[in-house]
Nanobody, 115 residues
Framework: QVQLAESGGGSVQPGGSLRLSCAASGTIFSVAAMGWYRQAPGKQRELVATSSRGGSTNYIDSVKGRFTISRDNAKTTVLLQMNNLKPEDTGVYYC?????????WGQGVQVTVSS
């Protein structure tokens, strides 16, 4: 069993910042990658940012230059620093981890960007 504990999120005004954190625990043999997905109301879940065990990162185009993902492999933790937030960033953000060949998901945290 793999548990993903998420923290962060909240409500901010456009241009504000938030930091999300996710820590994996439980039965973990190998964590190939961790990251964040989000789902806006009425939309499909989409990748936001991922970080592989080797250190490579991947971002959806709309967040490049604004979001930064970092991975602490020793603590099996992934952070997402979100700057210059826009209303279109609003949604539920889910932590994701690839352990062996299985995907694991957090419960999700709400991010709301509005005036």
């Amino acid at each position: 069993q793999v548990q993903l504990a998420e923290s962060g999120g909240g409500s901010v005004q456009p241009g504000g910042s938030l930091r999300l954190s996710c820590a994996a625990s439980g039965t973990i043999f190998s964590v190939a990658a961790m990251g964040w997905y989000r789902q806006a109301p009425g939309k499909q879940r989409e990748l936001v940012a991922t970080s592989s065990r080797g250190g490579s990162t991947n971002y959806i185009d709309s967040v490049k230059g604004r979001f930064t993902i970092s991975r602490d492999n020793a603590k099996t933790t992934v952070l997402l620093q979100m700057n210059n937030l826009k209303p279109e960033d609003t949604g539920v953000y889910y932590c994701w981890a690839r352990v062996l060949l299985a995907d694991h998901w957090g419960q999700g945290v709400q991010v709301t960007v509005s005036s």
